[in-house]
């Protein structure tokens, strides 16, 4: 599992969208850091796992346009 450190104004969903190539990753990025569950936006410096993800099962079953 890789680390990402966080930039001021960081979110659950900007670090799914940009690090893990889709927000729909949110659920699986807030699992992989459970002591971060209660923060909405992240102040600089904080280091979080970034799990690893599986994107063949939703490329199958969603539009391309989706996938963005």
Wanted: hydrophobic share 35%.
């Amino acid at each position: 599992m890789k680390e990402y450190v966080t930039k001021l104004g960081d979110t659950f969903e900007s670090i799914s969208y940009y690090e893990l190539g889709s927000h729909k990753y949110i659920e699986e990025l807030i699992n992989a850091n459970r002591d971060h569950l209660e923060t909405f936006i992240f102040k600089a410096g904080k280091v979080l796992k970034i799990p690893e993800v599986s994107t063949s099962e939703i490329s199958k079953t969603l539009p391309p346009w989706r996938l963005l």
